[in-house]
């Protein structure tokens, strides 16, 4: 069963901050997911990705396959940023099991 | 474009009671999913469906069934609620690509209420 962690659990910052959420995980996968649940709301899918770097706006995600950690940062950070942010493994494919198995999520709250 | 739907969207029940949580999605994805989520443990697999007639369980199948005769249906039943079942339940869809790579898309959620 791959271990799914996140740091920090709670974050609280400024307006304008530049935001770094980390995620380490412990056996192989084949993608990573970052997810984004604003409170009382659903989920909403931000990237998934297998490597690299990807970027969305203000958002960028990177991962390390190597290393098993992958980050989220937001650039210029927005109250409307402020939400719970969720990482998500996806198992190898023909492994016999499938589903997301999730971190526990990071609450950020962006203040003005 | 409804995409993926839940209902009811809020639900309170007593234990012991039977309890069929819906989900339909409208793109024919081949693979859909029940999570449920719970403070201190997060989101958690209950059973997952990778095509019609086809089901598996996950992390947290016991008290839960499921059952997929079309795609687009994912219903989850609790056959005797209780109060541990008390959670959101979020249903998620993909389509199904070799290799698994791809964006889950989650429903709305149910708020359930086991007293």
């Known amino acids: 069963k791959n271990e799914v962690e996140q740091s920090p659990q709670n974050l609280t910052a400024q307006e304008g901050e530049f935001i770094t959420i980390n995620c380490s995980y412990s056996v192989g996968i084949s993608a990573l997911h970052w997810l984004q649940q604003h409170p009382g709301g659903g989920i909403v899918s931000l990237f998934m990705?297998?490597?690299g770097k990807k970027k969305h706006g203000r958002l960028i995600a990177t991962i390390n396959i190597q290393e098993k950690h992958s980050s989220l940062h937001i650039t210029a950070s927005h109250p409307r940023d402020s939400a719970v942010y969720i990482c998500a493994v996806s198992p190898y494919s023909g492994g016999g099991a499938d589903g997301l198995t999730f971190g526990k999520g990071t609450h950020l709250i962006i203040q003005p | 474009d409804a995409g993926i739907t839940q209902s009811p969207r809020y639900k309170i029940t007593e234990t012991g009671r039977q309890v069929t949580l819906m989900c339909h999605q409208t793109?024919?994805?081949?693979?859909m999913f029940w999570y449920r989520q719970d403070l201190g443990h997060g989101l958690r697999l209950i059973y997952y469906s990778a095509a019609a007639d086809i089901t598996d369980k996950g992390e947290v199948p016991d008290g839960y069934v499921v059952s997929r005769s079309k795609t687009e249906n994912f219903p989850l039943t609790l056959e005797s609620a209780t109060r541990s079942q008390t959670s959101v339940y979020f249903c998620?869809?993909?389509?199904?690509?070799?290799?698994?790579?791809?964006?889950?898309?989650f429903g709305p959620g149910t708020r359930l209420l086991v007293l």
């Open positions: 990705l297998s490597s």
């Open positions: 793109w024919s994805h081949s693979y």
């Open positions: 998620a869809s993909r389509r199904g690509l070799a290799g698994g790579q791809e964006t889950q898309y």
